[in-house]
């Protein structure tokens, strides 16, 4: 890819996490950036940062939150369209996690609509404003707990199933985009502590790990589908 001429990209949920890792990682390969996050004093920080290397818009809010998706497809529209959107944006639920019979339904409402309606949506307004490149990528960041049975995580490992079907009809519908759904594997995030309070998660490897996968996945043209991110980098250098 010929980096000398950026392109954007729309990453949400870019604050910490694998977001901050995935925005830092386009940020040395000279794309512009579009972040999200709900906390604006985080935000701020990242684009800061982010802003030594690449030129950055930072908008807070809630992708499930209408009004802030529209806010997000006006400025990738501004930006003169996007070539890949991330949502990477999500939350677990509860935490310690209960079981299903257990669950609190407001709050698995509320998993669905950040979690499956929120990166949807975004989506959907940005088809609305014709603002992602024709050859550009949707990359939907899920889990194994969408696709394995796990005691615990029917909240968070339903939704993030709900989003996989999700990217697997889209990418049938609209053959010209390229729509990934991809599992980052387990992480030494914040989000990953919260799904075990109280246990060391020191083993798990930091976020950056899975960045190679998705930026193979974003900037070279792979077949739609579900991937592990980690799998992605040895599968492009034997394609």
């Given at each position: 890819m010929d980096h000398s001429s950026s392109k954007t990209a729309i990453i949400t949920g870019a604050s910490r996490g694998l977001g901050l890792a995935l925005a830092r990682g386009l940020a040395a390969r000279r794309w512009q950036l579009i972040i999200d996050a709900r906390d604006g004093v985080a935000l701020e920080a990242a684009r800061c940062e982010l802003a030594r290397a690449a030129r950055v818009v930072a908008i807070a809010g809630d992708i499930a939150d209408p009004a802030h998706r529209r806010a997000l497809a006006d400025a990738a529209r501004d930006a003169g369209r996007v070539a890949a959107v991330v949502n990477n944006a999500s939350i677990l639920g509860p935490s310690p996690r209960p079981v299903l019979l257990d669950f609190p339904l407001d709050i698995l409402e509320r998993v669905y609509r950040v979690n499956v309606i929120g990166p949807l949506g975004l989506v959907h307004e940005l088809h609305a404003r014709d603002a992602l490149t024709g050859d550009g990528c949707i990359v939907n960041i899920t889990s194994d707990a969408g696709v394995e049975a796990y005691e615990g995580w029917g909240g968070y490992g339903s939704s993030k199933a709900a989003l996989g079907q999700l990217s697997a009809v889209l990418a049938v519908e609209n053959p010209a985009i390229r729509v990934y759904w991809v599992d980052p594997g387990d992480m030494n995030t914040r989000m990953h502590q919260e799904a075990f309070p109280g246990?060391?998660?020191?083993?798990?490897?930091?976020?950056?790990?899975?960045?190679?996968?998705?930026?193979?996945?974003?900037?070279?043209?792979?077949p739609s589908g579900r991937y592990a991110a980690r799998d992605v980098v040895p599968a492009v250098a034997t394609a």
């Open positions: 246990e060391d998660i020191s083993d798990r490897p930091p976020p950056e790990v899975s960045v190679p996968g998705l930026v193979a996945l974003i900037e070279n043209r792979l």
